[in-house]
């Protein structure tokens, strides 16, 4: 582990205690919760599916996702984030794994996943074009990959970086649906960005940053059935 990777890990490792006070972290309140539930349900299949959550942080959307009959894997750096992921299910008296590890190189060795899900990770990350192409080879073909980001009006100029060196991370301050697009067209063969930032249901208030769903498949042909995923990058 680096040590910028390092910080990172203690600074959210620290944060894991007070994580769920927010609206969207911690889904506590009923109608935050449904509307993530529905989001969900639009984007995963409803077959039970493998699911990876990477930068699960303490398991809110994975608990979704295992009530809805999900085979959730869920990978953070934190192990305060992991430790309260695991508690949550234990208490929901539902399976789940939970890893600690970097979630742009996730340890779940050869496994594939029907789906992969990131939510307001990739900014954290040094690499994260390198990250994006990673969690791509863990699909199976037909699979989804689901990423909700943004880009945060707290990162405006001068803002001061979450941890030290943060302010040379490529995505330091999220990145817009735009950019994240055109990184990950490459990689695969069907992309649709869902705008979310006006859905105040989501956050537990109005947000005036952008924030939004991008959902792309691989070994996708063009009648919408699953082919054999092309060589990439």
């Given at each position: 582990?680096?040590?910028?990777?390092?910080?990172?890990?203690?600074?959210?490792?620290?944060?894991?205690?007070?994580?769920?006070?927010?609206?969207?972290?911690?889904?506590?309140?009923?109608?935050?919760?449904?509307?993530?539930?529905?989001?969900?349900?639009?984007?995963?299949?409803?077959?039970?599916?493998?699911?990876?959550?990477?930068?699960?942080?303490?398991?809110?959307?994975?608990?979704?996702?295992?009530?809805?009959?999900?085979?959730?894997?869920?990978?953070?750096?934190?192990?305060?984030m992991?430790?309260?992921?695991?508690?949550?299910?234990?208490?929901?008296?539902?399976?789940?794994?939970?890893?600690?590890?970097?979630?742009?190189?996730?340890?779940?060795?050869?496994?594939?996943?029907e789906?992969?899900?990131?939510?307001?990770?990739?900014?954290?990350?040094?690499?994260?074009?390198?990250?994006?192409?990673?969690?791509v080879?863990?699909?199976?073909?037909?699979?989804?990959?689901?990423?909700?980001?943004?880009?945060?009006?707290?990162?405006?100029?001068?803002?001061?970086?979450?941890?030290?060196?943060?302010?040379?991370?490529?995505?330091?301050?999220?990145?817009?649906?735009?950019?994240?697009?055109?990184?990950?067209?490459?990689?695969?063969?069907?992309?649709?960005?869902?705008?979310?930032?006006?859905?105040?249901?989501?956050?537990?208030?109005?947000?005036?940053?952008?924030?939004?769903?991008?959902?792309?498949?691989?070994?996708?042909?063009q009648?919408?059935?699953?082919?054999?995923?092309?060589p990439?990058?």
């Amino acid at each position: 582990m680096t040590d910028r990777s390092a910080a990172i890990a203690a600074f959210w490792d620290s944060a894991a205690s007070s994580f769920d006070e927010e609206p969207d972290h911690g889904l506590r309140d009923a109608s935050t919760r449904a509307a993530w539930a529905r989001r969900l349900a639009a984007w995963v299949p409803r077959e039970p599916a493998d699911v990876l959550d990477v930068g699960c942080g303490t398991g809110s959307l994975a608990l979704l996702l295992a009530g809805a009959g999900h085979r959730v894997t869920g990978v953070d750096l934190a192990p305060g984030m992991v430790g309260r992921a695991r508690e949550k299910f234990a208490a929901a008296g539902l399976p789940g794994r939970f890893l600690v590890g970097d979630a742009a190189l996730p340890p779940t060795g050869g496994q594939t996943f029907e789906v992969v899900l990131c939510r307001h990770l990739v900014w954290t990350l040094p690499e994260p074009e390198s990250a994006l192409r990673e969690w791509v080879k863990r699909l199976r073909p037909g699979g989804r990959l689901v990423l909700v980001e943004g880009r945060w009006r707290e990162s405006g100029q001068g803002a001061a970086p979450y941890v030290a060196g943060a302010e040379q991370l490529p995505w330091g301050g999220g990145v817009g649906a735009a950019d994240l697009a055109a990184a990950l067209r490459p990689l695969v063969d069907e992309l649709r960005i869902e705008p979310l930032g006006e859905d105040v249901r989501l956050w537990g208030g109005p947000v005036a940053d952008e924030r939004y769903a991008l959902i792309a498949r691989v070994g996708v042909d063009q009648g919408g059935g699953t082919a054999a995923v092309r060589p990439r990058g």
